[in-house]
């Protein structure tokens, strides 16, 4: 079962792919921002601003990091 | 030691059985100025499995949220226990202020996508014999406002809609628009009470039924990411929002 129940319309959805992404949509974009430190590096390559105290992504972001370990692992 | 942040509640005395944290960390209860905050030892590679940990944060939130109404963290919040004392002490007000908004909410989430009508790009203006730079500016800065004017609008006629098919539900809205989005048009935030989430789901899906030209996706509840920042101050800090 997902995280969350979903009303869908028109085109066809992938029900997984969804449920990821509007997860990580949250998990990543929103939410109550205390100071720290952080850093994302996926392969050798920083994808995520650090600095400021503030985590800056996106869902394309998120997708691509995604990816990239899809394609690596 | 670092501490992983996932969650700020109230009234929140002992732990049931959460899930494992993020990099499989045990997770743990602080309280601190009456607060308080689910936390774990962070190890330091917490972004290392970016997805599995994604899920674990969202899972402990989840966990909170099914007790009381929390302010979910953002992921990646890594502090120091003297940074999180020094947050938790000068913005224990904002904080509580924002849990008392929260309070008995959950967040619904709309997306919407489809065709785009009525483009800004389409204002006139778009196509035009060359001028000199002085021309252009003007030009240009007039589009631009014009194009935040339409967006003021489409915000607003949406954020009617809404209202109108659901009454008394809405507790709080943040209505982003997508203008550089290929296909997405808005994504619509809501704040509605616990109770209230079947009748949200009912009534948005009858509301569905009469925008045949868009489509439409709902999600939740969801512990209330969208209305846990305190947005006013974090602004006037950093000058974003």
């Not at chain 2, 700020?8 to 494992?20: C, K, T, Y």
């Not at chain 2, 109404?69 to 990646?76: I, S």
């Not at chain 2, 309070?103 to 009525?118: D, Q, V």
């Not at chain 2, 030009?139 to 489409?154: F, V």
Request: net charge neutral; hydrophobic share 40%.
């Amino acid at each position: 079962m997902s995280d969350f129940d979903q009303i869908l319309v028109g085109e066809e959805w992938e029900n997984t792919d969804l449920s990821l992404l509007e997860t990580l949509d949250h998990v990543l974009n929103r939410g109550l921002v205390i100071a720290g430190e952080i850093t994302i590096s996926v392969a050798d390559v920083d994808l995520i601003f650090v600095g400021l105290n503030v985590m800056v992504s996106s869902v394309e972001t998120a997708n691509e990091v995604l990816r990239r370990r899809e394609a690596t692992e | 030691m670092k501490l992983y942040v996932y969650c700020l509640a109230e009234g929140v005395d002992s732990l049931p059985l959460f899930p494992r944290g993020v990099s499989g960390a045990r997770v743990r209860l602080v309280k601190l100025e009456g607060l308080s905050l689910v936390v774990s030892a962070c190890t330091g590679d917490v972004f290392h499995q970016f997805r599995k940990n994604g899920l674990a944060h969202n899972a402990v939130v989840r966990t909170v949220f099914k007790q009381t109404t929390p302010l979910p963290c953002r992921y990646g919040m890594i502090v120091t226990d003297k940074q999180l004392r020094n947050y938790i002490s000068t913005h224990k007000q904002a904080l509580r202020d924002n849990l008392a908004h929260v309070r008995g909410g959950a967040e619904m989430t709309l997306r919407i996508s489809g065709p785009r009508l009525n483009d800004p790009a389409a204002l006139p203006g778009g196509q035009r014999k060359p001028v000199g730079p002085g021309t252009k500016f003007l030009l240009d800065k007039r589009k631009e406002i014009r194009g935040e004017e339409w967006l003021s609008a489409q915000k607003a006629e949406l954020s009617a809609w809404l209202d109108e098919k659901l009454p008394g539900l809405i507790r709080d809205e943040k209505i982003n628009l997508a203008p550089q989005e290929r296909a997405l048009l808005a994504r619509v935030d809501h704040l509605v009470d616990r109770s209230s989430v079947e009748q949200y789901r009912e009534k948005m899906g009858a509301a569905i039924q009469e925008r045949p030209e868009v489509r439409f996706m709902v999600s939740g509840p969801w512990p209330p990411y969208s209305f846990a920042n305190i947005e006013l101050e974090f602004s006037r800090q950093f000058g974003v929002s």
